[in-house]
């Protein structure tokens, strides 16, 4: 399965990497990509998600705060 954030859209990134002499060669930068349980109040049910960590603090927050996913 790809390596995608369900929520944001967050995927791999791609660029160069630059070398003192400035020589370019590709790399990828990956997504921190968490599986969470999330609770669903509209069907009562905990759903497993595929979330990026920045997400989960956005997440963490609007629990907190009393509203839905």
């Given at each position: 399965m790809?390596?995608?954030?369900?929520?944001t859209?967050?995927k791999?990134?791609?660029g160069?990497?630059?070398?003192h002499?400035?020589?370019?060669?590709?790399?990828?930068?990956?997504?921190?990509i968490?599986?969470?349980?999330v609770y669903?109040?509209v069907t009562?049910?905990?759903?497993?998600?595929?979330?990026?960590a920045s997400y989960?603090?956005?997440l963490?927050?609007?629990?907190?705060?009393g509203?839905a996913?």
């Open positions: 790809a390596r995608i954030c369900a929520k859209g967050k791999t990134a791609f160069n990497t630059r070398s002499s400035l020589r370019a060669t590709r790399r990828a930068w990956k997504a921190n968490q599986k969470k349980r669903d109040p009562g049910a905990f759903k497993t998600m595929k979330v990026s989960l603090r956005t963490s927050k609007r629990m907190q705060q509203k996913a």
